[in-house]
């Protein structure tokens, strides 16, 4: 099983800022690598899927990158609605899917 | 509008069962792998089991193995998940997925559908 492993935890940030956030798998998963973001009682959206591909309708503010083991996602100029918990899952050995355990983006 | 829409949660005592569904509109069903996906309360997201979309591939979590089981209906562009012998760690909103057209993500998500074990 491919463990994913966000950091940080918790990231705090002024609306406008830029944020990083970092999601570093166990073994390479190529760019089968998505993110996700989650507001609480919403549905989880799809951000990026292959490592850098903005899902339909994602704003261009987010942006990810990375190959192999190591990958970010980038939020430039944070909206009061980018605040959330972040979610990285590969999709590249599977069974099973695996998620990282999150990272919330706080004001 | 492309969704899917969870339905079937609630609180059971441990031991027991029921039964979640997901009703898809707007695509076409009988295309896509579709997954259920959990979240406990004051937890991450967990991946519990998978369908291929002509049910002929289907996977399962090691955690919910033997006990749940997944099924479609693409006449009915219906996915369920059978859940037996319940657990108190089994408590969670319960999401089903879809996977993207040639993006192996899981693009589609319903609101979920929460289930309570507890006696």
């Known amino acids: 099983e491919i463990v994913m492993t966000q950091s940080p935890a918790t990231v705090s940030v002024s609306p406008g800022e830029r944020a990083t956030l970092s999601c570093r798998a166990s073994q390479s998963v190529s760019t089968n690598l998505a993110w996700y973001q989650h507001k609480p009682g919403q549905a989880p959206r799809l951000l990026i899927y292959?490592?850098?591909t903005r899902a339909t309708g994602i704003p261009a503010r987010f942006s990810g990158s990375g190959s192999g083991t190591e990958f970010t996602l980038t939020i430039s100029s944070l909206q009061s609605e980018d605040f959330a918990v972040y979610y990285c899952?590969?999709?590249?050995?599977?069974?099973?899917?695996?998620f990282g355990q999150g990272t919330k983006l706080e004001i | 509008e492309v969704q899917l829409v969870e339905s079937g949660g609630g609180p059971v005592k441990p031991g027991g069962s029921l039964r979640l569904s997901c009703a898809a509109s707007?695509?076409?069903?009988?295309?896509?792998?579709i997954n259920w996906v959990r979240q406990a309360p004051g937890k991450g997201l967990e991946w519990v089991s998978s369908i291929s979309s002509s049910s002929t591939y289907i996977f399962y979590a090691d955690s919910v193995k033997g006990r749940f089981t997944i099924s479609r209906d693409n006449a009915k562009n219906s996915l369920h998940l059978q859940m037996n012998s319940l657990r108190a760690e089994d408590t969670a909103v319960y999401y089903c997925?879809?996977?993207?057209?040639?993006?192996?993500?899981?693009?589609?998500w319903g609101q979920g559908t929460m289930v309570t074990v507890s006696s």
């Open positions: 292959g490592a850098s």
């Open positions: 707007g695509f076409t069903f009988s295309n896509h792998n």
């Open positions: 997925a879809r996977v993207g057209d040639g993006s192996g993500a899981f693009d589609i």
């Open positions: 899952q590969q999709h590249h050995n599977w069974p099973p899917y695996t």
